[in-house]
């Protein structure tokens, strides 16, 4: 395991964290009522618009059959034959391209990869397995436009990291090949909560607490079997899954999802490194600060060097 030195932007970040949690908290964060939730996912694609960097990576809006996607493409060092298929995050409930846009730009400027993002349905108006689906839907579209799997690193932050994985599974049903390589960031990895981070590090979590994951995982999972594989990913066979990188900060109830992740894809003899960032939170990568940085020019050594 990696641990990253907490660095002296304590004061400097003392702004944005306060913006976080007003956007953040600006509702009941477990209240799915239907303004609650409008509320959440607006504030969501605001947050995206609020700290989305200015990167030379163009934004191109498409539809892949009836679903919202969008490619972030580098101005310079563009390397046509990879491509990061991008899983965006918000608890199966919330998330959209705005929200998506930041990280794919800063995957597409470390990497010069192409990058696909897109809208999943969303729940509670779509549960299990709808996200699923369309994951599987955006890498048929992939596979259409002449990508193999060997071409495609899968990345994604949150539940868009337990989609992810939830995608190898489906990948791994159907006998297909599977990507080349995952990027995770801060994963949700077991619906079943049964991680010790969940209740001994809820007190310094700025960005989600117990109470939210309980909400969002009913409304996507309903009564189904929360170790079910396709929901917790890690209760899976994790044999051939690809090469991986974690990343997770140290402020996070979901700290042992990625730690017991990483010691089960070794387990399986996955090779899998795990970047532990010390006192960051829930998807740090996304926010205009140098450890975020470091975070960015890490995964794109992992994905540069490897393939």
Excluded at 53 to 63: D, G, N, Q, S
Excluded at 235 to 253: C, K, M, R, S, Y
Aim: net charge neutral; glycine share 6%; proline share 6%.
């Amino acid at each position: 395991m990696e641990e990253r030195p907490k660095m002296t932007e304590n004061r400097r970040l003392e702004p944005v964290m306060r913006a976080l949690k007003a956007i953040h908290f600006a509702t009941s964060p477990e209240s799915l009522d239907a303004a609650d939730l409008e509320r959440q996912r607006a504030g969501q694609d605001l947050l995206g618009k609020l700290i989305f960097p200015r990167l030379t990576t163009a934004w191109e809006p498409f539809r892949i059959g009836e679903m919202n996607a969008a490619w972030a493409r580098p101005h310079r060092c563009w390397e046509k034959r990879k491509v990061v298929l991008y899983c965006h995050g918000g608890g199966y409930t919330s998330g959209n391209l705005g929200y998506s846009r930041t990280l794919a730009a800063k995957l597409s400027e470390v990497t010069g990869y192409e990058v696909l993002s897109f809208e999943y349905r969303l729940a509670p108006e779509h549960p299990f397995p709808a996200a699923a689906e369309d994951a599987l839907r955006a890498w048929d579209h992939l596979m259409y436009l002449g990508y193999g799997a060997r071409d495609v690193v899968v990345a994604g932050d949150s539940a868009g990291g337990n989609l992810a994985l939830v995608l190898c599974h489906k990948l791994k049903e159907q006998d297909r090949r599977l990507p080349a390589r995952l990027v995770l960031f801060s994963p949700w990895t077991d619906m079943t909560c049964s991680g010790k981070s969940f209740r001994e590090r809820a007190d310094i979590d700025p960005m989600i607490t117990p109470t939210y994951v309980q909400a969002v995982r009913g409304a996507y999972a309903g009564d189904r079997d929360l170790s079910d594989p396709l929901l917790s990913p890690i209760f899976g066979d994790l044999a051939h899954f690809p090469p991986t990188l974690i990343q997770v900060g140290t402020n996070e109830i979901l700290y042992s999802d990625s730690v017991r992740l990483r010691d089960r894809l070794v387990k399986a003899g996955v090779p899998c490194r795990l970047e532990v960032w010390k006192d960051m939170w829930h998807v740090f990568q996304m926010f205009p600060m140098k450890f975020a940085d470091q975070a960015m020019e890490s995964v794109g050594r992992f994905l540069l060097e490897e393939l």
